[in-house]
Nanobody
Framework: QVQLVESGGGLVQAGGSLRLSCAASGRTFSSYFLGWFRQAPGKEREFVATISRSGGNTYYTDSLKGRFTISRDNAKNTVYLQMNSLKPEDTAVYYC??????????????????WGQGTQVTVSS
């Protein structure tokens, strides 16, 4: 089992950047593929990005390609989401998620077994 704790959210002006971190407990972090999701007020949770166990494979939702970057440091048991050129529509609670099933990575939320509590990102115009 793994516990996930996100950090790095906050209030930023449009055009600014934030880097979210998600720290995981346990000694088997490298056996999990990871993902970032977000949920804006009144909207369903949506996929943002995912990364394979080694970090060699990543996948993004099309609308965020080029602005967001997912990465991981297995030595630090941490996954990151670098967010650049932020827009007001990026305002949401951001969640990290983990799973150690047979998949390389996953887009669907129901493929993940473990979730963090979320961190709020607010982008002002």
């Amino acid at each position: 089992q793994v516990q996930l704790v996100e950090s790095g959210g906050g209030l930023v002006q449009a055009g600014g950047s934030l880097r979210l971190s998600c720290a995981a407990s346990g000694r088997t972090f490298s056996s999990y593929f990871l993902g970032w999701f977000r949920q804006a007020p009144g909207k369903e949770r949506e996929f943002v990005a995912t990364i394979s166990r080694s970090g060699g494979n990543t996948y993004y939702t099309d609308s965020l390609k080029g602005r967001f970057t997912i990465s991981r440091d297995n030595a630090k048991n941490t996954v990151y989401l670098q967010m650049n050129s932020l827009k007001p529509e990026d305002t949401a609670v951001y969640y990290c998620a983990a799973a150690n099933t047979r998949f390389t990575y996953a887009v669907a939320a129901d493929r993940y077994d473990y979730w963090g509590q979320g961190t709020q990102v607010t982008v002002s115009s």
